[in-house]
């Protein structure tokens, strides 16, 4: 187990944003985290990292306590791609070096360069490394912020919404991606994802969360005509299309 | 080619941007000291050098042109990397070093110690009709509300957490309520001390000795020294402050701290020279263009362009309708409004 968040609570001028909130996630696994719009899901992310401080429970990581942990210390471990981001104008390379500020001192070392460079050639970005970030396509710019997580050789990956503003190719890349990443390095991702069935194609476990509150957890079987019900308010068929689960609305 | 060699050359390259500005600034100081309206020359200076003593010509050399040089140098950087850096923390492309209120609240300083304390008078037969007969009093009044401006908007920002919209904000709100409050004390004031009170507020490089110089250079070179160590986490929060955040940066710390270094470095400058408006806005303007909004680059390159800039507009001040010495304020003022409007339909073509 690497990462245990253990009742988590937040809240936000008194009004709850996250109920006890509790899970655990293994080395190299992919969560998807389901639910609709302002059920606490990217305020869970942003809980997990310290960006927002929570008001009670624990986040333990490798049994050591984030909340206890200096925020750089953190970054070590964790790395973070926000839903929005602003578009400055930066280098693709710079931008992904940014992410490795928790080690940098004074200056990039020829070893902060060569990270870069590795992460730049998996993603396929080499072409691009010298291009303003506010030159590239959707789909790019979000493999660049993915990069600058990466760059921080972190042991979890946070991602909010990674997908959203991805054409279709684009989407299963980046995921495809992803997935394959955690795989080969290990690294457990936590990822917030509003297609059910990408998520489906995507993720080991699921976390669906409604009203502040984990509604289920647990692996393919918790997406159910019932859950689906339930957090969303959306009729739906759940149908198996050689031998994968499918969500119809209907 | 591998990308990281590619990368290294292209930083490479940004580091010649700021050796041309070096020299560009060592050029226009050897020009400026040779312009004015007087006599004295770079002969003059190559005989000082050989050893010819021309004591009228040294006396304006070095008494008068030389500090009023390293005045600009240094005030043009002091404004310039401290708009550089408000900039970046509020991410908003008007942020200047003005934008917590502190040249307002200069000027109310100023003008509470020319007219409450009766710092200022009027001369009627030398051609500077308004003199200000004690400036130690009037710099000190106007850096103590400048610091004073500061602390009050921090107090209000930090009530926020130092969210980038309250600190505009407070920062407006002051401003306003400073600049009412001159208002009032210039209505009941006599005109003579309205009138000193008003040509302070002219931006004027001429009111410097070494002695100012280098207590503005400490300042500057203090909050220099810490900008400069923490570009790397400026950079971070022109991503956004939750990326920030992820990446270990303390972000209310260092907005903390670089607002306190913003306004010392840009209080201390305008208390001895008055306010000098659109060098802190424009200067990290053009070099963003030119370096990119990478601070590791903007941060050295725009603290020389805004002394290049300031060195040059003085100059102009100095020449353009000699022996009548313009405010500096003035020709940054006209050559700064065009130039920013320029940039900023550029910047819209290119969108």
Known sequence: ?250 | MQADIMYKRYVGRKKYVFIALLLILFILSFVALNLGASRATLINLIGFFRGIDDQDANLILWRIRLPRILAAIVAGAALSISGCIMQNNLKNPLASPFTLGISNAAAFGANVAIILLDAGSTQSSTKDAVIINNPYIVNICAFVFSIFATFIVIKLAKLKFFSKEAIVLSGVALGSLFTAATTLIQYFAQDYQVAAAVFWTFGDLGRVSYKEVLIMATATLISYVYFYLHRWDYNTLEASDDVAKSLGVDVEKLRLRSLLLVSFATATAVSFIGVIGFIGLIAPHIMRRIVGSDLRFLIPTSTILGSVLLLLSDTIARTIISPIVLPVGVITSFLGAPLFLYLLIKEEDRG
């Open chain 1, 1 to 250: 187990m690497i990462l245990r968040v253990d009742s988590l609570c937040f809240s936000y001028n008194s009004k709850m944003v996250l109920d006890k909130v509790s899970f655990t996630i293994d080395r190299g696994e992919c969560v998807a985290v389901l639910g609709v719009n302002g059920a606490g899901k990217s305020t869970l992310l942003k809980c997990i990292n310290k960006i927002l401080m929570p008001d009670g429970g624990c986040v333990y990581i490798e049994d050591k306590v984030v909340s206890k942990m200096p925020q750089i210390e953190i970054a070590k471990d964790i790395g973070y791609v926000p839903q929005r981001t602003n578009v400055s104008r930066m280098t693709v390379f710079d931008a992904v070096l940014l992410g490795r500020k928790p080690y940098i001192r004074l200056d990039a070392t020829d070893k902060d360069i060569d990270i870069v460079k590795d992460i730049l050639k998996h993603l396929s970005l080499e072409k691009y490394s010298l291009k303003y970030i506010d030159e590239l396509s959707g789909g790019e710019f979000q493999k660049v912020l993915i990069a600058r997580a990466l760059a921080q050789q972190p042991k979890v990956l946070l991602l909010d919404e990674p997908t959203s503003s991805l054409d279709l190719k684009n989407q299963i890349e980046v995921l495809d991606f992803i997935k394959k990443i955690a795989r080969e390095r290990g690294i457990s991702v936590v990822v917030i994802i509003h297609d059910l069935n990408l998520a489906l194609r995507f993720a080991d476990k699921f976390i669906m969360m409604k009203d502040s509150k984990i509604y289920s957890a647990g692996g393919q079987e918790v997406i159910t005509e019932e859950a689906i019900r339930d957090v969303y308010s959306v009729d739906v068929k759940v149908e198996n299309i050689r031998n994968k689960k499918i969500v119809i609305p209907v």
